[in-house]
């Protein structure tokens, strides 16, 4: 940004939100310019913490007035580089729009602002609402309820009701031009109800990573809070067993989370947590003879004790006479594992700076080759497997990714995670996976395979929302280069 | 420390954000990051500062890069939240950049003074030498460079020179007095424990000034040192036996010796303290000390003064919000340091309580000033002010 430009729009920004709460010194732009993965660190030219819609509104009409990119920002832990200003401009920090602004307990949704992260929906909901609950991703409790929602991401209910961006029900947004608009039954009633019989603009803005406008009121649903909860957990010695098992849990339509992980990460995940020590997932940790290759977890919830326990019964029932020929231990029952949600995920967030990963959503029939090649991939980069599903709307589709932590100190596993994380991009793609959560190379390589049209329309799309392409540019609808 | 003995750990945040809040109630745990929103002010911000630093990334000829790495008050909450391998590091990363700081001659004017006073007068509020030992010109107490006696108390630097708290160490004499304890001060003789040079990155000082009060304690053959300042505690818990020191004589917080006077029946109550109180847990007297944290003699004493009822607040013990003096704040950053103690007493309010307790002279000296600029309703007292109004 040309010097004049940049000390004009910092005088108005100053104008707007005060002087306190926009920034150009280099430690602020620093932070602003990476993440926790290895994305190429690209400046901000100024970070900006505004309170209000109104705020909002008037930096979005000045940036469209200079040109300026703005990249809203909550906590910048999208593990896809997406709070990254590709070509620098304004950084929009919202986590000073921290309210829960409303609860409905009978109609079951709350309408928060963009701060809010779900370790604070979680500890609002305990104390003021204590029989509904929130879905929360394994992920830390900083995570922005809006954005995990806008992202798309898979947490603790996605077996019954799919992604994060499929509760959404409704959403006030400030559109790249500056008008504040509603989407949803808020849009033509006082309510934000769970679905309405209208033109589905929502989808104009979740998935978009923020290139469409700038949300600052989103409404998500919230369900009852199971009185009684236990997890079931299975222990496979091959892939091919945890896939069978896997679809027939999904077909029994009783568990309310099914996810799965390579043993291997457990149990540095476990280690890390007990000791509090570094977490070295390379060179590879390669599984103890005999150890199983996968670990599977079944959250079951009943209004009684007798519900759950029938519930269980029928699921061991099933493994019983349906996975006589799959080598597995289980199921065994513990202690649900809902009431730690959210949490730090000490392991994978502890090995030296870095996480990273290739998360996709793809077909269930092409689930088994899928993880299986990704695994390969890690060993041939001598990376210890780290493969992580989650079952999805009941087995429609599933979540799968490999979680990449990392040292940053070491240029040499730095350069390595880089390569490795490219050739699981294309192997998934080839698959049939879509990997959500985008990073702009990811983006690129979509885009190459996707239909013309759909790319156009994209494009058309972001076009007409944002002629001046200021939101977040250079990702989704982003014009040819 | 330098910059480079702590690389190891600068390597270990992702900025996940999880020391920003208390765990499980999800309250915010980082003055610095409330007060200025940020992120370079978090926690996981400076460590991104001092990996820029010492990667040549960013330079420390910038005052607004050493605001932020000034606008920390030690208090550790972040070590308490953070899960990951290098959380019980967070604070010395920060002290190594400071240091760096120091040893590039990029000086906070602020700390000049205090580092200045320290080297002339022992104390780093610039007061005269020969005023510390004023607060107990009237009292009938050993002279313990003339006299034997079992117990040293060390009033520390903020008690001897500010007046206005001079009834905390007061107090804490009769009551020990009252116990029938031998105890004696060192008055003008005493010197500052050196925490403060520490943890505004003058580690030289401290090491003299370690040094010296080990010398001067050996020879005076007492068998325990009590003092009323949780920062000096925490530096003769803490940071002595980080340089070697080894001291052959037990220390303890009055609030302990409290403790163990009222189990032992020492103490008699005569009086109701018909007070509603929160206890405020200071940091140095509980995070800083990892598990032998101080947390329950203070609530034991409390519960055992007739009248007093004893309220928590929702940040207590090892997750307790910080008073804001902490780390040479409250001398080069008053404003966030008036700002983070009133934060504490809104929320000490809000349990219904009509006075705040605490156990550490910084604290008590935060509080007082921040009622004064904001005007929150509340009293604020020491455990030991509170303990001498039942005897």
Redesign the interface.
């Known amino acids: 940004m040309i010097e004049a430009v940049k000390s004009a729009l910092i005088a108005e920004l100053e104008k707007i939100v005060g002087s306190g709460f926009v920034s150009t010194n280099p430690a602020d732009l620093l932070i602003y310019s990476q993440d926790m993965t290895q994305a190429e660190p690209r400046w901000p030219d100024v970070v900006v913490l505004p309170k209000t819609v109104e705020e909002i509104q008037a930096i979005v009409r000045l940036a469209n007035k200079e040109k300026a990119s703005v990249i809203p920002y909550i906590a910048g832990g999208n593990i896809g580089g997406l709070t990254i200003p590709l070509k620098g401009g304004i950084t929009l920090d919202l986590k000073r729009m921290d309210k829960i602004l409303e609860v409905n307990e009978t109609d079951m949704y709350t309408v928060v602002e963009p701060g809010v992260t779900f370790g604070h929906m979680k500890a609002y909901l305990t104390r003021h609402h204590p029989d509904l609950m929130y879905s929360y991703a394994f992920s830390p409790p900083s995570t922005g309820v809006i954005a995990n929602a806008l992202m798309q991401g898979l947490d603790n209910l996605s077996f019954r009701y799919g992604t994060s961006s499929e509760w959404v029900s409704g959403l006030e947004v400030v559109l790249p031009t500056g008008e504040l608009v509603k989407i949803g039954s808020c849009a033509v009633s006082k309510g934000w109800q769970s679905f309405v019989p209208l033109p589905e603009l929502s989808g104009l803005f979740l998935g978009w990573q923020g290139t469409t406008g700038v949300i600052t009121k989103m409404a998500v649903s919230l369900w009852p809070r199971p009185k009684h909860a236990t997890s079931l957990s299975f222990l496979f010695m091959d892939f091919e067993g945890a896939y069978k098992a896997l679809k027939l849990l999904a077909r029994t339509r009783i568990p309310d989370d099914i996810i799965g992980t390579s043993f291997t990460i457990l149990n540095i995940d476990r280690k890390a947590a007990e000791t509090h020590l570094k977490a070295y997932f390379y060179p590879a940790q390669k599984k103890a003879s005999g150890d199983p290759e996968f670990i599977v977890l079944s959250e079951i919830t009943g209004n009684t004790e007798n519900e759950l326990n029938a519930k269980v019964e029928v699921i061991e029932r099933i493994v019983r006479e349906e996975l006589k020929d799959v080598k597995l231990i289980g199921p065994e029952r513990a202690p649900s594992t809902t009431p730690g949600l959210p949490f730090q995920i000490v392991g994978q967030l502890g090995a030296g700076g870095g996480l990273t990963w290739v998360g996709a959503y793809g077909p269930m029939s092409n689930w088994l080759s899928t993880i299986k090649k990704g695994c390969e991939i890690q060993d041939k980069y001598g990376f210890t497997r780290t493969s992580y599903t989650r079952i999805m709307a009941e087995g429609h589709y599933a979540g799968l990714r490999w979680v990449l932590p990392f040292d940053k100190g070491d240029p040499e596993q730095v350069k390595k995670i880089g390569a490795l994380w490219k050739e699981q991009l294309e192997m998934v793609i080839e698959n049939g996976f879509i990997p959500y959560k985008t990073p702009v190379h990811a983006i690129r390589t979509l885009e190459k395979r996707a239909d013309p049209e759909w790319v156009r329309l994209n494009r058309r799309i972001k076009e007409m929302l944002d002629p001046n392409n200021i939101m977040n540019p250079g990702r989704w609808g982003a014009p040819p280069e | 420390m330098a910059l480079d003995d702590v690389?190891e750990w600068?390597?270990?945040?992702?900025?996940?954000?999880?020391c920003?809040?208390v765990?499980?109630?999800?309250?915010p745990a980082c003055p610095a990051g409330e007060m200025?929103?940020?992120?370079?002010y978090y926690p996981s911000?400076k460590i991104?500062?001092a990996k820029?630093i010492s990667e040549g990334?960013?330079t420390m000829d910038?005052e607004?890069?050493l605001d932020?790495i000034y606008t920390c008050t030690g208090c550790l909450s972040c070590e308490q939240q953070?899960?990951?391998?290098h959380?019980?590091h967070i604070f010395e990363i920060i002290q190594a950049v400071r240091t760096e700081a120091v040893t590039q001659g990029f000086l906070n004017p602020a700390y000049m003074v205090m580092i200045d006073s320290l080297k002339k007068d022992d104390n780093v509020f610039g007061k005269p030498k020969a005023e510390r030992g004023d607060w107990a010109r009237d009292m009938d107490v050993k002279d313990a460079s003339q006299e034997k006696q079992d117990v040293l108390y060390h009033a520390g630097c903020m008690l001897s020179f500010d007046p206005e708290l001079w009834e905390v160490p007061r107090s804490a004499i009769s009551i020990m007095k009252a116990a029938g304890v031998d105890a004696g001060i060192m008055g003008i003789e005493e010197t500052c424990c050196g925490g403060r040079a520490y943890e505004i990155g003058y580690s030289g000082e401290f090491t003299k000034y370690a040094e010296h009060f080990l010398e001067t304690v050996s020879t005076l053959n007492v068998s325990k040192v009590v003092t009323s300042c949780s920062d000096g505690y925490s530096t003769f818990k803490n940071l002595y036996p980080k340089i070697n020191i080894e001291m052959k004589f037990e220390v303890l917080h009055i609030v302990e010796y409290l403790d163990q006077l009222i189990k032992e029946g020492k103490i008699k109550f005569i009086r109701e303290v018909p007070k509603k109180v929160t206890y405020h847990d200071p940091c140095h007297l509980g995070r800083h000390l990892g598990d032998d944290g101080v947390y329950e003699p203070p609530r034991e004493v409390l519960k055992s003064i007739p009248g007093v009822e004893l309220v928590e607040m929702e940040r207590n013990r090892e997750n307790a919000w910080c008073c804001g003096a902490g780390a040479g704040v409250s001398q080069a950053n008053p404003d966030f340091a008036l700002w983070t103690a009133n934060e504490r007493l809104k929320e000490a309010k809000a349990t219904g309580a009509t006075a705040l307790v605490t156990s550490c002279p910084w604290c008590e000296r935060n509080f007082k000033d921040a009622v004064k600029e904001y005007g929150e309703d509340i009293e604020v007292y020491d455990i030991a002010e509170i303990t001498r109004m039942a005897i």
Do not use: N, P, W
Request: charged fraction near 25%.
């Open positions: 690389k600068i390597y270990g945040c992702t900025r996940c954000g999880t920003k809040d765990l499980d109630i999800f309250v200025y929103q940020l992120e370079s911000g991104a500062i820029a990334e960013l910038d607004d890069i932020r953070c899960g990951v391998y959380h019980q």
